[in-house]
């Protein structure tokens, strides 16, 4: 089991910057926490794949947000980090940390979800 505890969200201006962080607090080595990245979501919208991160490094980002956010994950302190720059206003959503152990399986949403820290650019 693991879990994923999200924080950082909150409100700011067009063109501002947040810093999203997801807590690792269980099962630290799970091979669960291969792939790891964040989501994104509004009620009514389709959910979107963010950014992920492999357990080798590499990185992946939604055409949206490419050169605007990064993902980046701190394995001494258990956490993943999104830094989210030059925020529009369609940024605006319930942003989730989610992890898996294969990127393909991350991408359709399968393994483990946190609860969501709300984001709002206006």
């Known amino acids: 089991h693991v879990q994923l505890v999200e924080s950082g969200g909150g409100s700011v201006q067009p063109g501002g910057s947040l810093t999203l962080s997801c807590a690792i607090s269980e099962n630290r080595n799970s091979a669960s926490l291969n792939c790891m990245g964040w989501f994104r979501q509004a009620p009514g919208k389709l959910r979107e794949g963010v950014a992920y991160?492999?357990?080798?490094?590499?990185?992946s980002y939604a055409d949206s947000v490419k050169g605007r956010f990064t993902i980046s994950k701190n394995y001494a302190k258990d956490t993943l980090t999104l830094q989210m720059d030059s925020l529009k206003p369609e940024d605006s959503d319930t942003y989730y940390c989610?992890?898996?152990?294969?990127?393909?399986?991350?991408?359709?949403?399968?393994?483990?979800w946190g609860q969501g820290t709300q984001v709002t650019v206006s």
């Open positions: 991160i492999e357990s080798g490094g590499n990185t």
């Open positions: 989610a992890s898996a152990m294969k990127c393909d399986d991350w991408l359709r949403g399968l393994g483990y």
